[in-house]
């Protein structure tokens, strides 16, 4: 089954996600030694940006 057929309504809207340089930096596949929390913060931001475009009525 191929992903390239999902349809998303909203799919051209922006979001924006507030984040730290070092949050970014961890989404990219940057590792931090001292601080194995970054990455999943910034995942963390990242889904609930999402949820709240997504789920929220007349946004």
């Known amino acids: 089954m191929s992903n390239n057929n999902v349809q998303i309504p909203q799919g051209e809207e922006l ?3 507030e984040m730290t340089v070092k949050e970014a930096l961890a989404l990219t596949g940057a590792k ?3 601080n194995h929390k970054l990455e999943t913060d910034a995942i963390k931001k990242l889904k609930q940006s999402l949820a709240d475009k997504l789920l ?3 946004h």
């Open 15 to 17: 979001i924006r996600v």
């Open 32 to 34: 931090f030694n001292q």
């Open 56 to 58: 929220t009525p007349n």
